[in-house]
T-cell receptor, first 114, second 116 residues
């Protein structure tokens, strides 16, 4: 059974810092891994999707990497801003379930202080 | 603006009421999903529809009844819910449930449901 873990559970940093969020998963048979952002009481906003054959994806100040063999992904946020404050979720879509199921980690709650 | 639209945004209902949640997308996606999210927890998959057919039911109680009347619409019919069913209900869609691994899920803003 796929399990997804995110570390740290919460993070508070001053504005301008570069930071790394970690995601690990137990079953490497995946289609893709997707990083989401969720603001309080809101839905999920897709940030980056990495296919199983890819090593990394970049969008603006965000860079996500994937090491499928070790079951790890990282989300790098450069020059953090107060507007980056949110919960960040990683989600894995498994091959073994025919690609139907997405399993989420519990998230990292990020607070960027001005 | 989200490309997946959910209505209503908020719903308060008693345990004997019948209500429905609606989800709509016009991206031509053929897979649609319902998730339940409790406070400070990750979303949990409830149902998956693929090409308007129910593909996955994650052992959800029968008081939740999904319906996919066409490729753009997904409903969740609610009846005789319990207080523990209070949560944020999220709808999502993707081009298909599988196929190449390059198909992100797109989420709506959710319906916040409160059961009295």
């Amino acid at each position: 059974k796929q399990e997804v873990t995110q570390i740290p559970a919460a993070l508070s940093v001053p504005e301008g810092e570069n930071l790394v969020l970690n995601c690990s998963f137990t079953d490497s048979a995946i289609y893709n891994l997707q990083w989401f952002r969720q603001d309080p009481g809101k839905g999920l906003t897709s940030l980056l999707l990495i296919q199983s054959s890819q090593r990394e994806q970049t969008s603006g100040r965000l860079n996500a990497s994937l090491d499928k063999s070790s079951g790890r992904s990282t989300l790098y946020i450069a020059a953090s801003q107060p507007g980056d404050s949110a919960t960040y979720l990683c989600a894995v879509r498994g091959l073994n379930t025919g690609g139907f199921k997405t399993i989420f980690g519990a998230g990292t709650r990020l607070f960027v202080k001005a | 603006d989200t490309e997946v639209t959910q209505t209503p945004k908020h719903l308060v209902m008693g345990m004997t009421n019948k209500k429905s949640l609606k989800c709509e997308q016009h991206m031509g996606h053929r897979a649609m999903y319902w998730y339940k999210q409790k406070a400070k927890k990750p979303p949990e998959l409830m149902f998956v529809y693929s090409y308007e057919k129910l593909s996955i039911n994650e052992s959800v109680p029968s008081r939740f009844s999904p319906e996919c009347p066409n490729s753009s619409l997904l409903n969740l019919h609610l009846h005789a819910l319990q207080p523990e069913d209070s949560a944020l209900y999220l709808c999502a869609s993707s081009q298909g449930p599988k196929g190449g691994g390059n198909q992100p899920q797109h989420f709506g803003d959710g319906t916040r449901l409160s059961i009295l």
